[in-house]
Structures are given as C-alpha cells and as structure tokens.
T-cell receptor
Framework: EPEVTQTPSHQVTQMGQEVILRCVPI?????FYWYRQILGQKVEFLVS????????KSEIFDDQFSVERPDGSNFTLKIRSTKLEDSAMYFC????????????FGPGTRLTVT | EDQVTQSPEALRLQEGESSSLNCSYT??????LFWYRQDPGKGPEFLFT?????EEKEKERLKATLTKKESFLHITAPKPEDSATYLC????????????WGLGTSLAVNP
C-alpha cells in the first residue's frame, strides 16, 4: 500500500541552525501539506502546496519557513534559523486531488532544538 | 472562529466495554469531518470521512456518525489493540481552507 515517508525520523539541532525536513508523498497525489504537533497539543496546519506553489499558509508559517518540491518526488520544509519553540513533531501529508479531502500522513520527524 | 472540541480527553475501558467518543465542531462551511487514529510517536492514520449530517461509516469495531454540530466515534467491544489517541478534524471552506483539529481522546483498553 502506498504511503507517505519522512526523513529523518529524529533531528536534533542547535538554536539558530537551519534544518531541512524531507518528505516523499504518495506518488499520484497532487496536494501536499506540512503540519506540526507540539507535545501534548493539537495538530497545527502550517502550509499547503499545489502545482509548485503555496496555496494556503497559517500564521505560524512566517519568513523563517519555506517549502520546496525540488524534483518529482520530494517535498521539503526548511526552517532557516531554528528557535527553541520550533521543537515539535512535523508531519507531512498528501492528498490525491481537488475533490478528495482525505489526507494521508507520514510518520513524522521529531525536531528537537537545543 | 472555527473550532473542534473532543471529549473526553481520556477514556479507559475494559476489553469488550463499548463506548463513544465525541467531537463537537464549529466551522464555516464544513467540507468534511475526519477521524484519525494516532499511536504514540506516529503520524495520524486515516479512518473515516463524513460529509453530511446523517452519514455513517463503519470499519471493524468502529462506527462514525455525523450531525450538524457533532460527530461520534462508537467503539463496539474494543480490544487492547484499539488503544490509541483518536483525533477528529474538520475541513472548512472559503478563505484559509484547512483541517482544524481537536486535541484528541486518548483511549486505553485494558485486557
């Protein structure tokens, strides 16, 4: 069964460093998403991406965040200068098309900023 | 403001003891109500989508129902492997479309 994959599973970085989180969405899906979940809190929407551009973004997704689909399979989230409060689980999700609302999630990357 | 609230926050059941989880929602132009299962340290696993009031979906011991204000996830004769956090999310319409999540119900099923 096709699934969303994410790497790395755990990333430890120092405050101020740049990190890139990687995702491979399900191959025939067209819409891609990043979410984060701080320990014990709700899942929070960060950004959605379609046709090589951002379609929606939340107030969390400020200038320190960027997304990219560098090739036909990968979808990345870059955090330019990490802060302690960026420590969270980051989930990538994808869905098939405009009329499909079901999003399928990857296993997540646990980001720890020290 | 769009909002999703789940109750209870935590539920402990004996194996075989049926119960229901609640998800109350207030969103502009509901485009779908979603149930996900999340195991510790893992990503949400899709269970059901409900689109209109009165709709019901079933999968093994789980049944999801939807009204205009809330959704229920009924668990019939649960087993220990059903232990997980069950998340509810609502997809809104209009500007700033996204999934709005509840905090989840942490379910523990004791053998």
């Amino acid at each position: 069964e096709p699934e969303v994959t994410q790497t790395p599973s755990h990333q430890v970085t120092q405050m101020g460093q740049e990190v890139i989180l990687r995702c491979v969405p399900i191959s025939n899906h067209l819409y891609f998403y990043w979410y984060r979940q701080i320990l014990g809190q709700k899942v929070e929407f960060l950004v959605s991406f379609y046709n090589n551009e951002i379609s929606e973004k939340s107030e969390i997704f400020d200038d320190q965040f960027s997304v990219e689909r560098p090739d036909g399979s990968n979808f990345t989230l870059k955090i330019r200068s990490t802060k302690l409060e960026d420590s969270a689980m980051y989930f990538c999700a994808s869905k098939m098309g405009r009329e499909s609302y079901e999003q399928y999630f990857g296993p997540g990357t646990r980001l720890t900023v020290t | 403001e769009d909002q999703v609230t789940q109750s209870p926050e935590a539920l402990r059941l004996q194996e075989g003891e049926s119960s229901s989880l609640n998800c109350s929602y207030t969103v502009s132009g509901l485009r779908g109500l979603f149930w996900y299962r999340q195991d510790p340290g893992k990503g949400p696993e899709f269970l059901f989508t409900l689109y209109s009031a009165g709709e019901e979906k079933e999968k093994e011991r789980l049944k999801a129902t939807l009204t205009k204000k809330e959704s229920f996830l009924h668990i019939t004769a649960p087993k220990p492997e059903d232990s997980a956090t069950y998340l509810c999310a609502a997809h809104n319409a209009g500007n700033n479309r996204k999934l709005i999540w509840g905090l989840g119900t942490s379910l523990a099923v004791n053998p």
